[in-house]
């Protein structure tokens, strides 16, 4: 049972939290009969999404797994490039490690909501099973942990908030035509690897939203004389503004 095997491998590496997106199927009574004890609080408290979107909706940082290279990918790391960078994540964001299953991986789908991609070495063939990429990366993180951060990350924007802002962009520059119609998703990810970069906090996410709204509403027919459009007006109120953000 793959998914019990990579509870195991989280739980002796000190990783809590599992999370099983779509499974084929799931007898969880079973896995519980069948786990360690030190396992078996990993398996009762495994959540269960029928979507990636979904499961990853409360992260902050998220980092996919993959052993594909392509010329469309974002740069991919090592597992001891990436742990020691999820440690100043981890005191105030919720970090998840994605894995793909044991016969396909992650889909390119899958990937655009990863912000940071991995990929295990190996010295000929390529492909891992689910938990010894579990305990691979999770040996990882584990390691990193013996020392503290010298920097550390503020709260970052969730992937749920990132995700409304993407959709909110993609369809602006599809509207001014700055992207393609007919494969937006595919324009738009060189916008996600540039934010991905960057971190973007909750309120510069809504910074962005209210641009794009602003954009939307420049480019309809407006009441005669109204120059304005409201996300301006609801910048320019007293005591409000742009600058006057908080850190």
């Known amino acids: 049972m793959p998914v019990l095997a990579a509870a195991r491998a989280a739980s002796n590496m000190g990783m809590g939290h599992l999370?099983?997106?779509?499974?084929?199927?799931?007898?969880?009574?079973?896995m519980l009969r069948m786990a360690t004890h030190k396992a078996a609080h990993v398996v009762k408290e495994m959540r269960v999404y029928p979507a990636l979107k979904e499961a990853l909706s409360e992260f902050h940082c998220v980092v996919g797994t993959t052993a594909?290279?392509?010329?469309?990918?974002?740069?991919?790391?090592?597992?001891?490039e990436v742990a020691s960078e999820l440690l100043k994540f981890a005191p105030h964001n919720h970090v998840a490690l994605v894995f793909g299953s044991e016969d396909r991986g992650l889909t390119t789908d899958e990937i655009r909501y990863c912000h940071?991609?991995?990929?295990?070495?190996?010295?000929?063939?390529?492909?891992?099973?689910?938990?010894?990429?579990?305990?691979?990366?999770?040996?990882?993180?584990?390691?990193?942990?013996?020392?503290?951060?010298?920097?550390v990350i503020p709260r970052l924007a969730t992937s749920q908030e990132l995700e409304l802002m993407y959709e909110k962009v993609k369809?602006?520059?599809?509207?001014?035509?700055?992207i393609q119609p007919e494969n937006p998703d595919h324009w738009l990810m060189n916008i996600r690897r540039f934010f991905s970069r960057i971190?973007?906090?909750?309120?510069?996410?809504?910074?962005i939203m209210g641009i794009c709204r602003q954009v939307s509403w420049y480019g309809k027919p407006r009441p005669q004389g109204r120059v304005h459009g409201p996300e301006f007006e609801k910048n320019n109120e007293p005591g409000?503004?742009?600058?006057?953000?908080?850190?």
């Open 199 to 207: 971190g973007l906090r909750s309120t510069e996410v809504n910074l």
């Open 116 to 151: 940071w991609l991995v990929r295990i070495p190996t010295a000929a063939f390529s492909s891992l099973n689910l938990a010894q990429a579990v305990m691979i990366m999770s040996y990882e993180v584990y390691l990193a942990s013996l020392t503290p951060p010298e920097e």
């Open 240 to 247: 409000k503004g742009l600058g006057n953000e908080g850190p």
């Open 171 to 178: 369809d602006i520059l599809i509207k001014i035509s700055f």
């Open 19 to 30: 999370i099983v997106v779509d499974p084929e199927s799931l007898d969880r009574e079973r």
């Open 68 to 80: 594909r290279t392509g010329g469309v990918r974002r740069p991919i790391f090592t597992p001891r």
